[in-house]
Nanobody
Framework: QVQLVESGGGLVQPGGSLRLSCAAS????????MGWYRQAPGKQRELVAI???????NYADSVKGRFTISRDNAKNTVYLQMNSLKPEDTAVYYC?????????WGQGTQVTVSS
């Protein structure tokens, strides 16, 4: 069984920073894309950032220049460094990964940007 476990969410003031982590564990033979999605109340889940195993990245326009995705392949972990946070970044952030050619999701971590 494969699990994605997220950490690092919380409450931060506008302009602040947070770093999310997501570690994949279990019987892992291969990991493809790893990334982050988010879902705000009353809205659909949307892509935030993804990174392929080869290092190709894709960001939502709304986070470009503020968020950075990175991976530690040796640790099966993906990170999301979020800077200059805005109230509109408030959402539940979900880790996503393709492991052993199947799609997996984390349980979600709340990020709240508020003064």
């Amino acid at each position: 069984q494969v699990q994605l476990v997220e950490s690092g969410g919380g409450l931060v003031q506008p302009g602040g920073s947070l770093r999310l982590s997501c570690a994949a564990s279990g019987k892992i033979f291969s990991i493809g894309t790893m990334g982050w999605y988010r879902q705000a109340p009353g809205k659909q889940r949307e892509l935030v950032a993804i990174r392929s195993s080869g290092g190709i990245t894709n960001y939502a326009d709304s986070v470009k220049g503020r968020f950075t995705i990175s991976r530690d392949n040796a640790k099966n972990t993906v990170y999301l460094q979020m800077n200059s946070l805005k109230p509109e970044d408030t959402a539940v952030y979900y880790c996503y990964s393709t492991v052993n050619r199947y799609d997996y999701w984390g349980q979600g971590t709340q990020v709240t940007v508020s003064s």
